[in-house]
């Protein structure tokens, strides 16, 4: 475990209902406590034994069936947040595709309240996550196939974000809280290079964006390169890196 005190102190506040910062004064927190202890130590996410999980100004609901967000991905929402905010004394359209939690559209409508924010999410049980978290915070959500979905906005669009499954079948995640628990469809990528989600993306957005709208796409640390191919025709195509100085995610306008 990463982070075996802040995860104790987590659990403990939970289990007891005290502030972290008073627990010095809680003696026994309880068989519920270590009960929860066991489940981390079996290397169960911390998010699904709380419920819940925190990104970026957020705090939103999770649990089984629907991947957990992940710190490199609060950059992937400040760069559509960022785009949303340039462009703010209007009514900037952002499409979150393949939504899961629903955290990216959430930050960008958190962030941006002038924003149309839209999140589509095609898996039926992550689905069901999205819809609890967005609601009644203003995103519009769709249950759709990522390939076809919002054919009403084609052209209208000024910002595709997403992180889409990416790592190749053949790859496997060291974490067990993710090899574990996350769902594979969140995970894992079609096609041998595990890019056929990311080239589905791509093409949606190809669609949806207006020329010059920005399309902003998590990738794994390897597939940069192989990103940057798939953007030819793109402009200002850039590679980003995550907290830890790793190439993590691309953005590229819309050619007109």
Known sequence: M?????????LAEHSTGVARAGLAGVEDPGDWYWRLVERRARRE?????LGRAWFRHLEVVVGPGVFVPRPETELVAGEAVAEATRLSSGRPVVVDLGAGTGVIALSVRHEVPSAVVHAVEA???AWS????????SGVHVHLDDLTTCLPDL??????????????PPQGLPRDPEVRDHDPPAALYGSGPDGLGHLRA???TARRLLRPGGLLVVEHADCQAAAVADLLVGWSEVLD?????????????????
């Not at 996410?45 to 034994?49: A, N, R, V």
């Not at 996550?129 to 009644?136: H, I």
């Not at 052209?155 to 997403?162: E, L, P, T, Y």
């Open 2 to 10: 990463a982070s075996p005190r802040v995860d104790a102190e987590l």
């Open 45 to 49: 996410p911390l998010q699904h034994i």
């Open 123 to 125: 898996d039926t049980e």
């Open 129 to 136: 996550w999205t819809r609890r978290n967005c609601a009644r």
């Open 154 to 167: 084609d052209g209208a669009v000024d910002v595709v974000v997403s992180n889409p499954p990416y790592i």
């Open 201 to 203: 993306v791509v093409a």
């Open 240 to 256: 980003h890196a995550d907290l830890t100085g790793r190439p993590r995610y691309a953005t590229a306008r819309r050619a007109a």
